[in-house]
């Protein structure tokens, strides 16, 4: 279950990139740090300007990630907005690049704003954990499931059944065959930034929440972690990177539990390789051929 | 003559330092089929791409309904009825056939209407219907250039301009989509049609315009370029 509810916020994460990639081909790298600042938002929001972390309470925890998913997603806008957009026609690697860039300049910019400490985090109240059927599964692990549910069903539904999905999946193919649609590309990118970075922040409070240490550079690992897990079900590929979290976090904690924890960050990326070399496409992706 | 609903005016259009369109000026009446006929590389898909918005001419005027469009883009153009169905179908496999439709109708509120013009396009090709819950990239060549059709007149175009709507396909279903086009154009669409077959695009056509590398070298209405002996000789292999 602990590698469930580990799996489940890599998959949150991943989603962002997973989209973002659809649309743009990019993979924003900075997407991990969006995931700190979602955490670091969380921790100002809880033990800074108000008492929440000192009371916690379900109505103050909804209230700080509330606040958290709103900034992250105006991080997220700006972000595309000021680094990416002005380099929509230059080659792809340019872009890759500058997210790099960002990615540095949030680590290290966040180091200089917040200080390179830890912080402890909680804005959870502290429950016992919970026996479920034969099984003892912790308090927040619930909460990151069945939040990290609920997520993934409303995105599916986003994706799938509405008319800016249609048109996010549309842009995704051809961004300039959706615009002879009236589709207006701009607004589409920016629309899949802010909902990649509104799950990155729930992403972040629910890790704090799991593993409750903030600082600047803990988006990192995470942040890796769900790339590789986006690769891993097909990048591009929105359920792939359900399935793709889900999978990761579970082969982590199997892996520490039975052998050693030191060996979980290897077998991560273990599977990366693995991956690319068997079936770069992806679990679920799958190549397209163009019928002429 | 008809009111001019499309006019281009000497329009330059360069990719990179490639300059491929020099100087074409084309005008489309209301109510009209004209064709751009011409080798490959003339600039006739360079010419439709600049009047949709997906390039910006770097000299001259496109008006459009009387106002000044250069430079627009395309989701724009398309808010005023100007619709696009590019080269090589553009159709979007990794959709259902209805998706494909629905979104051709993206700028629509009105949904009613919307599904009467749904329902039109199933009516003029029935296949589409059969496999309407499917992914477009299942169906065949023609059936994508009928879903193409289809889709963009999901639009309600005033003006539609197609991209070589022949392109690959068996000659029994290119007079399907020709006899088509012409119903659309007799409900009142103005059609700017590029197109390899000469010979078809001519026969449907009130006017044509030849291109040759970038410039319009011969115009004419449709029956005058079939008559005119350079255009039997270059284009129609005689």
């Known amino acids: ?292 | 003559m008809a009111d001019a609903l499309l006019e281009l005016t000497n329009v330059d259009v360069h990719y990179g330092a490639i300059h491929a369109l020099r100087g074409v000026s084309v005008r489309v009446g209301e109510g009209e089929i004209v064709t751009l006929i011409g080798a490959n590389g003339a600039g006739k898909t360079t010419t439709l791409r600049a009047v949709s918005g997906m390039l910006k001419p770097s000299a001259g005027q496109i008006r459009y309904g009387g106002q000044e469009i250069g430079g627009l883009k395309p989701h724009k153009l398309v808010a005023r009825g100007l619709c696009h169905a590019p080269e090589g179908r553009g159709i979007f496999p990794n959709l259902t056939i209805l998706e494909n439709l629905k979104l051709g109708a993206f700028l629509r509120r009105d949904s009613a209407e919307i599904a009467k013009d749904l329902e039109h396009g199933f009516t003029l090709f029935p296949r589409l219907r059969e496999r309407a819950g499917q992914m477009a990239g299942t169906l065949s060549g023609g059936e994508q250039q009928m879903l193409a059709i289809a889709r963009a007149l999901m639009a309600r175009p005033r003006l539609l301009l197609l991209d070589e709507p022949s392109l690959g396909l068996a000659p029994q279903v290119v007079e399907t989509i020709f006899k088509i086009i012409q119903e659309i154009n007799k409900a009142g669409v103005t059609i700017l049609l590029v197109e390899q077959n000469a010979h078809l695009a001519l026969g449907i056509a009130n006017h044509g315009y030849v291109l040759e590398t970038g410039s319009v070298v011969q115009t004419g209405t449709g029956a005058e370029l079939l008559k005119s002996p350079e255009i039997r000789k270059a284009y129609l292999g005689e």
């Open chain 1, 1 to 292: 279950m602990d590698g469930v509810s580990l799996g489940a916020i890599y998959a949150l994460i991943a989603l962002g990139y997973t989209m973002v990639y659809g649309v743009l081909q990019l993979i924003n790298f900075a997407h991990g740090d969006v995931f700190m600042l979602g955490s670091m938002i969380g921790w100002y929001a809880s033990a800074r300007w108000t008492g929440e972390s000192q009371h916690p309470s379900i109505l103050g925890a909804v209230a700080v990630t509330l606040l958290s998913m709103v900034l992250c997603g105006c991080v997220g806008f700006v972000i595309e907005r000021l680094a990416y957009r002005p380099l929509r026609g230059a080659p792809k690697i340019n872009s890759l690049i500058t997210a790099i860039g960002v990615s540095f300049f949030l680590e290290y910019g966040g180091q200089y704003a917040f200080g390179p400490n830890p912080r402890a985090f909680g804005v959870l109240p502290h429950r016992p954990p919970l026996h479920l059927f034969g099984i003892t599964i912790g308090y927040v692990d619930v909460v990151t499931i069945v939040i990290s549910v609920l997520l993934m069903v409303v995105l599916q539904r986003i994706v799938f059944h509405s008319r800016i999905g249609t048109a996010m999946r549309a842009v995704s193919w051809n961004p300039s065959v959706a615009a002879l649609m009236g589709i207006n590309i701009d607004f589409i990118i920016s629309f899949t930034f802010v909902l990649g970075s509104v799950l990155a922040a729930v992403a972040g409070i629910l890790y704090a929440s799991k593993y409750p240490s903030v600082h600047p550079l803990m988006g990192l690992m995470p942040g890796l972690k769900a790339f590789v897990a986006a690769v891993l079900g097909g990048i591009g590929n929105v359920p792939g990177a359900m399935l793709g979290g889900l999978l990761l976090g579970l082969a982590e904690q199997l892996v520490s539990g039975y052998t050693s924890s030191s060996w979980r960050d290897a077998v991560a990326f273990g599977i990366l390789i693995l991956i690319l070399l068997i079936k770069p496409s992806g679990l679920l992706g799958k190549g397209t051929a163009e019928k002429v």
